[in-house]
T-cell receptor, first 119, second 116 residues
């Protein structure tokens, strides 16, 4: 069964420093997608970054980068130059693949990591 | 990116009543989904809203409890029926395949539901 694991319930980082949020996944499908979302206290889910299983390079979006290590089945999110506004819950998710279909759209989520940025 | 709106943004309801949540997207999308996030928990997919046919429900969710409509490619509704306090959650609409790419999946702002 497919599974996403985020082992860090909570993390602290000093403003302007970099932080890495861990995510490991388990799947037997060769084709899958990995997502990171930010959820502030308002409850909305903000899409941050996507990594496809066949992508050769690690995804980057501004201050966000994804450290994709396929053999280890890990997809850690790196946030550079942390800002106070980065304080939020962060979710790693995997898109379930279906044989013969491009994708189902069903996302399987980890339990999340709460990040607090200290001034 | 797709702009997704949901109504209502929050509500407080009495047990035994029903609430219909609306999801509107600013562009036509192939796939629309409804997720639930119980307090302190992660997100769980309720169902896939299919245009022109019945929704596809995940294990543990049934049509009688969570009827879904999708009359066109930009709109869907989720009804939470015969509510109990256990239904208190954030309900989120999600769309995938925007702009012709499958590398994105966006969420609406969510509906915070409290059942008393």
């Amino acid at each position: 069964a497919q599974k996403i694991t985020q082992t860090q319930p909570g993390m602290f980082v000093q403003e302007k420093e970099a932080v890495t949020l861990d995510c490991t996944y388990d799947t037997s499908d060769p084709s899958y997608g990995l997502f990171w979302y930010k959820q502030p206290s308002s409850g909305e889910m903000i899409f941050l970054i996507y990594q496809g299983s066949y992508d050769q390079q690690n995804a980057t979006e501004g201050r966000y980068s994804l450290n994709f290590q396929k053999a280890r089945k890990s997809a850690n999110l790196v946030i550079s130059a942390s800002q106070l506004g980065d304080s939020a819950m962060y979710f790693c998710a995997m898109r379930e693949a279906v044989q013969g279909s491009s994708n189902t759209g069903k996302l399987i989520f980890g339990q999340g990591t709460t990040l607090q940025v200290k001034p | 990116s797709a702009v997704i709106s949901q109504k209502p943004s929050r509500d407080i309801c009495q047990r035994g009543t029903s609430l219909t949540i609306q999801c509107q997207v600013d562009s036509q999308v192939t796939m629309m989904f409804w997720y639930r996030q119980q307090p302190g928990q992660s997100l769980t997919l309720i169902a896939t809203a299919n245009q022109g046919s019945e929704a596809t429900y995940e294990s543990g969710f049934v049509i009688d409890k969570f009827p879904i409509s999708r009359p066109n490619l930009t709109f869907s509704t989720l009804t939470v029926s015969n509510m109990s306090p256990e239904d208190s959650s954030i309900y989120l609409c999600s769309v995938g395949g925007t702009g012709g790419t499958l590398e994105t999946q966006y969420f609406g702002p969510g509906t915070r539901l409290l059942v008393l």
